[in-house]
């Protein structure tokens, strides 16, 4: 492959992954009196979120920043659920 075939193809890519939409959104469980609580925000049934920008530092910190932005409770342990 000659050296131009590989910048085209580099440029591509990283206009795809500029291109690339993810969003983030956290599930934030707790008991209270041996009954189970989800926090939610605005409304009853909205669980805090944002999307996932190219300057959060990872995943984890996208997530911390929405979640103190948006409920203004900072998160300690974080597990990652995969679907």
Not at 21 to 50: F, W
Request: charge should be negative; glycine fraction near 8%.
């Amino acid at each position: 492959m000659d050296p131009q075939t590989r910048r085209t193809k580099k440029g591509k890519a990283a206009v795809k992954a500029d291109e690339a939409k993810v969003d983030l959104t956290a599930v934030v469980v707790a008991v209270n009196d041996s009954e189970p609580c989800v926090l939610t925000v605005g409304h009853a049934d909205t669980l805090p979120s944002g999307p996932f920008a190219l300057e959060h530092r990872s995943l984890q910190s996208g997530l911390r920043g929405w979640v103190e932005q948006q409920t203004g409770h900072a998160l300690g342990y974080i597990e990652q659920l995969y679907t």
